[in-house]
């Protein structure tokens, strides 16, 4: 599995945009590029995933650089709810296509 | 939304006995369901990928005759800890994704095991 790489921990103010960035100098021509996110003592939920273009959902934006080499995923407005674990994944599509979760970066939202 | 429902959510057992996880697909099918082992303050790790009537993949490490997976149906998973060992406590978390949808996949809430 193409290997990601995420900063450990981020902080970030309530009701202020947070970047959460991750590489991926690996991927595959094949590979989407997955978040997830997991609160505590819960399962992973999913957030948002993309193969080449940006992508917006109710939750979150995600940009992936032209080379693909990298990603950025994009709160608008973090609230106390979005303090998680968030995990940057490539996987091909396909319903029996493992995750593979790395160690994820940990994100802190101040009051 | 999709809804994958995992039971128990948290179970106490003594060492030497077995333990059994149901993990379910609410409102969808799906002939492939995950297997993943969490402890505190670590990462999720795959343990297996149960396949409906077939037999469960294991990752390399996993010792097939101690986590029992049965996949009866396209909407069932099931997980057993056999002789579980406190080495044994740990998050343990079933994924699916729908048969015949998208890429996204569901999660159940985890079920926290403790042996004691």
């Known amino acids: 599995d193409a290997k990601t790489t995420q900063p450990n921990s981020m902080e970030s103010n309530e009701e202020e945009p947070v970047h959460l960035p991750c590489n991926h100098s690996?991927?595959?021509?094949?590979?989407?590029i997955h978040w997830y996110r997991q609160l505590p003592s819960q399962g992973p939920e999913y957030v948002i995933h993309g193969l080449t273009s940006n992508v917006n959902n109710r939750m979150a934006s995600l940009a992936i650089a032209e080379d693909r080499k990298s990603s950025t995923l994009i709160l608008h407005r973090a609230t106390l709810r979005d303090a998680a674990v968030y995990y940057c994944i490539l996987c091909w599509t396909g319903a029996n296509s493992k995750l593979t979760f790395g160690k994820g970066i940990t994100l802190s939202v101040r009051p | 939304g999709a809804v994958v429902s995992q039971h128990p959510s948290r179970v106490i057992c003594k060492s030497g006995t077995s333990v059994k996880i149901e993990c379910r697909s609410l409102d969808f099918q799906a002939t492939t369901m995950f297997w993943y082992r969490q402890f505190p303050k670590q990462s999720l790790m795959l343990m297996a990928t149960s396949n409906e009537g077939s037999k469960a993949t294991y990752e390399q490490g996993v010792e097939k005759d101690k986590f029992l997976i049965n996949h009866a149906s396209l909407t069932l998973s099931t997980l057993t800890v056999t002789s579980a060992h406190p080495e044994d406590s740990s998050f343990y978390i079933c994924s699916a994704r729908d048969l015949w949808g998208g890429t996204e996949a569901f999660f159940g809430q985890g079920t926290r095991l403790t042996v004691v």
């Open positions: 690996t991927i595959s021509g094949t590979d989407y």
